[in-house]
């Protein structure tokens, strides 16, 4: 048996202005996801967590969390854009077009906008993504930017790399 590699994710010079990068895993979202994630940030408006109510309101049934959307959307982008990644600097220009609702899918890209390298940290450089959040019939649900502190080739610490060791290696069983 052969030890594959896995997916290790891109680095600075890996990224240049204009690329886009469709990001594979969907998800769809459901009503559990929609109470959990309003329960754990206790935003507790009824048009999110209430039927009855949201039925009453302008778009007839709950509106997902708008930082569900966000945290969603950013976590897809990861293996193509953060995984490398020393930290986030930030969100910026967050729009909600339209909202999302359970059932419904949600697909992303990113595409980058600008990058330098830091001049205070030789070993990493900053890349600004605009990424967007849109559902299975192409409705945007979300865009923004993101800045990334992402890791120069051959420069990000040993540590952050997971186990380079399985159990077998080990002599374990």
């Known amino acids: 048996m052969a030890l594959k590699e896995?997916?290790?994710?891109?680095y600075y010079e890996d990224f240049e202005v204009g690329d886009i990068?469709?990001?594979?895993?969907?998800r769809t979202v459901t009503a559990n996801d929609n109470i959990w994630f309003t329960n754990l940030t206790m935003n507790n408006n009824p048009v999110h967590i209430d039927h009855a109510v949201a039925a009453k309101s302008r778009f007839g049934r709950p509106i997902v969390v708008a930082a569900f959307t966000?945290?969603?959307?950013?976590g897809q982008s990861v293996s193509d854009t953060s995984l490398n990644s020393m930290t986030m600097l930030g969100?910026?220009?967050?729009?909600?077009?339209?909202p999302l609702f359970e059932g419904e899918t949600v697909y992303s890209q990113s595409e980058v906008l600008e990058k330098r390298e830091s001049k205070s940290k030789p070993d990493i450089g900053i890349v600004t993504f605009k990424t967007?959040?849109?559902?299975q019939d192409g409705k945007v649900v979300i865009t923004f930017k993101r800045i990334v502190l992402?890791?120069?080739?051959?420069?990000?610490?040993?540590?952050?790399?997971?186990?380079?060791?399985?159990?077998n290696e080990q002599g374990g069983k």
Request: with cysteine; hydrophobic share 30%.
């Open 150 to 167: 992402v890791y120069k080739r051959g420069c990000m610490p040993e540590a952050m790399m997971g186990p380079q060791i399985g159990p």
């Open 70 to 74: 966000l945290s969603l959307v950013t």
């Open 21 to 26: 990068y469709r990001h594979r895993l969907g």
């Open 132 to 135: 967007t959040g849109y559902t």
């Open 91 to 98: 969100w910026d220009e967050v729009r909600l077009p339209n």
């Open 6 to 10: 896995g997916w290790q994710g891109r």
